[in-house]
């Protein structure tokens, strides 16, 4: 039997690859160094199971790719927005001094400056997959140093989009770095892609995914995703740029929309194949023997790294005003080099190295700092306590950090499934009530109205198990079925009650005919539409009656608690109508967007009056900030957008007053 020695090689690595996976996660560890050693146990430099071709490096780098443009949905300026000043510039500062006093020591090696600049950037940046999901195990995300971490490690990341995009340049073919004159015409030419890809792509891409999501097909969805991802790395790396940049541009743009979270569950498989097949590669370089001929200096470098690291990031962040407890957790948490540190190794060229085993022990310096560092993020709390214990004075009391953990404020969320009216109404007890909620819905002009009112509504289909655990699946306090359609309410509680048996899950259907099944698939209560107006209409006429108001209400708690029973046993009659699926009530919400030319410029709320016209201003859109029930003395500006709730008739009589002004009254006196 003669084996196919390409497909031999693909069965050889998918089996390894899984086996260490595996491994790694039952000890709780992070997937990246099982990948990164299963490159280097098959590699040419192991067993030499796997040959380091074009072939594999072409796939590998588009994980990269993947990598950038979700990124790139993690930075939409709304994001961006959120990120306090502070954290920025305790950011930047951090990144300079860890990757200056890291240039430093790399130049009194010998080694060349832009060689000792670049690796100074590489090792100071930290890894967010690691953080991100280790202190989300560990309950510390909510945390003061789990927040302060999460922010900083993003707006380190980042930075690794122009260090993607010039350390071509930068390093140069010979390791001696380009002339400053060219590597200020890359800046500036990748400054005027930035700009021109933003300005166009925003236009096409929201023209392009609205056509599509009216379409409703997953897999053109999907399609389109990867068109767009694609096309936008095609087009940088046609001028000359990296193709990382492209990605990480149509991230962005795609990141603002309603479309992100379908987004990012559609691309994540392909982004997580392709990069453990990056990580696979980036093994397949390193050199095992280098251990036995340099095992020492590898060992030193990972205490130097981790200790710069430790040390830089307590002290920039007390000199920044953070507490002690907060700076040296902090610090214990982005200790490792992260996984773009591993992604730019790929970038540097043989000869830019003084000795060729040199990149291995970088190489091994950084995955060495990521096993040791996924120990400092878990037990960053003891060793806190530990330094504390140390160095505290005499009688001083450990702070109240050492309490279990609180709640991420995500926890408290609420999921609703479906926007229509149920899902709007629920929207509105819960804003009333303070609690936060996240909405899904496959109908484009209601996200896009919702999403414009300031309303957390995504375009999302929420059968999809990886998109409901994107929007919080796993921390949400309650999810809500508030579809018509029973079948995708059955194949919603299918998929999340096997990965959370702990979460309530209301069900709203239309009648009781699949009251039973709902209940055996999970559901923690089903509200059939027509029992609840059967309850509602009894409860009404019997206080008409004068039966007292606690008998009422205990008779309705009595047969809710026997699941509606009473109200089943009735006689159907065959020839019943099919129920209509038009409400009986039109109200409904507009956004209603003010022109520089408009009449209502200028004018305050209540000058407008629309309240005449039967209308409810719910909420007033201004420069991205949403105020909702905004005072009647709110003077108001061109770009405004006022949300108004009521009839369609009274709607459109309110836009002709705000657009056109109040219309004068035809004189009916003879002339």
Known sequence: MIFNPVLLSLVVLLAVAVTLSAVFRRLTLPLIPAYVLAGILLGPHGLAWLADTADVRTFAHWGVILLLFTLGLEFSPTRLREIRKNSLILSLALIGVQAGLGCILIRILGWSWPLAVFLGFVLSLSSTVLVARQLSEQNELALPHGRLTLALSLLQDLLAVPLFMLAPVWLGHHGIGESWGTFAGVLARGTLVVVFLWIVGR??????????????????????????????????????????????????ILGGTEFRHQVEADIRPFRDVLLGLFFVSIGMLFNPTVLIQYGGLVAVGIAIVL??????????????????????????????VGEFGLALMAFVPLSVWPDRNDGEVVLG??????????????????????????????????????????????????????????GQNLARFLEQNGIPFVALDLDLARVRAAHQAGDPV????????SLL??????????LVIAYQDVQVSMEILSRVRPVRADIPILVRTLDDMHLAELQRL?????????????????????????????????????????RYSLLRSVFRSGEAPVRSTVHAFREELRNIILSPDAAAIGQTLEEMALSELGCVITALRREGIVGKQPAPGTELRPGDTLVLYGTPEDLDRAETRLIEGVRPVPSTMPG
């Open 365 to 422: 310096i950084i995955i060495g700092s990521l096993l040791v560092g996924t120990f400092l993020i878990r037990f960053n709390r003891s060793l806190f306590r530990w330094l504390h214990v140390r160095s505290a004075p005499a009688g001083e009391q450990l702070s109240e950090v050492f309490a279990p953990p609180v709640p991420a404020a995500f926890r408290d969320q609420v999921i609703l499934c479906g926007y229509g009216r149920v």
């Open 469 to 478: 655990e994107g929007v919080g699946l796993m921390y949400a306090r309650a």
């Open 203 to 252: 236009g096409v891409v929201d023209r392009l995914f609205r056509e599509v999501a009216k379409r409703k097909a997953a897999e053109l969805f999907t399609l389109s995703v990867l068109l767009v991802t694609v096309t936008a790395a095609m087009v940088t790396q046609s001028i000359g740029m990296s193709a990382v940049l492209g990605a990480f541009l149509a991230g962005m």
């Open 522 to 562: 999970g559901a923690t209560e089903v509200i059939p539409e027509t029992l609840e107006a059967s309850l509602m209409l009894a409860a009404t006429l019997l206080h008409v009656l004068g039966v007292p108001l606690s008998r009422i209400f205990h008779q309705i708690q009595r047969v809710r608690a026997a």
């Open 458 to 465: 995504y375009y999302g289909d929420a059968t999809d198990l």
């Open 307 to 336: 200790t710069i690291k430790i040390l830089t990031t307590a002290g920039v962040s007390r000199m920044m005003g953070r507490d002690r407890e907060t700076a040296w957790r902090a610090a214990f948490v982005l200790s490792p």
